[in-house]
T-cell receptor, first 113, second 109 residues
């Protein structure tokens, strides 16, 4: 089975712009979660989508949003970028149910200048 | 709110040593605990998943234990190798994934 894929792998944006990141889960996985990783804050949960519905949301401002499509692919959008949004954004997928293992993609490195 | 702590933050050992990484969490209402490794600038690689009803899991040279009542997990690495050098993260799944702060491991040849 192919693993979790994320595109693009690297992005450079300017403050005030918006960005969209994409995640394709492992085939058959219906849950997709997004995380932000920074040196200062570590790994933080952004949100989880399951069957096109947001199931959980972390403590991030409304500038961070996401969606999931019927094929389970997910996108994350950040509007009005700030310097502090520079981070590694990781996507993870798992089969339905809380007890299943999460598998992570390679991440998208976002740099905001 | 769930808080996950990992001790030590960094560890350096000579090749061949056995070592233990620690993970503690404040809320025992979890579904499972997962250990990951992360190489610099890369994503996370799953090492072991322990369900809340289990006490331990083993994979090769790795053994992870879980004591839910005391809010603790340990990752035991036997006969460490330079290729084991990475950051090790534990995460607990309640209503979302909460990650620990990580242990940066260096195995010296």
């Amino acid at each position: 089975k192919a693993g979790v894929t994320q595109t693009p792998r690297y992005l450079i944006k300017t403050r005030g712009q918006q960005v969209t990141l994409s995640c394709s889960p492992i085939s058959g996985h219906r849950s997709v979660s997004w995380y932000q990783q920074t040196p200062g804050q570590g790994l933080q949960f952004l949100f989880e989508y399951f069957s096109e519905t947001q199931r959980n949301k972390g403590n991030f401002p409304g500038r961070f949003s996401g969606r999931q499509f019927s094929n389970s692919r997910s996108e994350m959008n950040v509007s009005t970028l700030e310097l502090g949004d520079s981070a590694l954004y990781l996507c993870a997928s798992k089969a339905a149910g809380a007890r299943y293992e999460q598998y992570f993609g390679p991440g998208t490195r976002l740099t905001v200048t | 709110k769930q808080e996950v702590t990992q001790i030590p933050a960094a560890l350096s050992v000579p090749e061949g040593e056995n070592l233990v990484l620690n993970c503690s969490f404040t809320d025992s209402a979890i579904y499972n605990l997962q250990w990951f490794r992360q190489d610099p600038g890369k994503g996370l690689t799953s090492l072991l998943l322990i369900q809340s009803s289990q006490r331990e899991q083993t994979s090769g040279r790795l053994n992870a234990s879980l004591d839910k009542s005391s809010g603790r997990s340990t990752l035991y690495i036997a006969a460490s190798q330079p290729g084991d050098s990475a950051t090790y993260l534990c995460a607990v799944w309640g209503n979302q994934f909460y990650f620990g702060t990580g242990t940066s491991l260096t195995v010296i040849p």
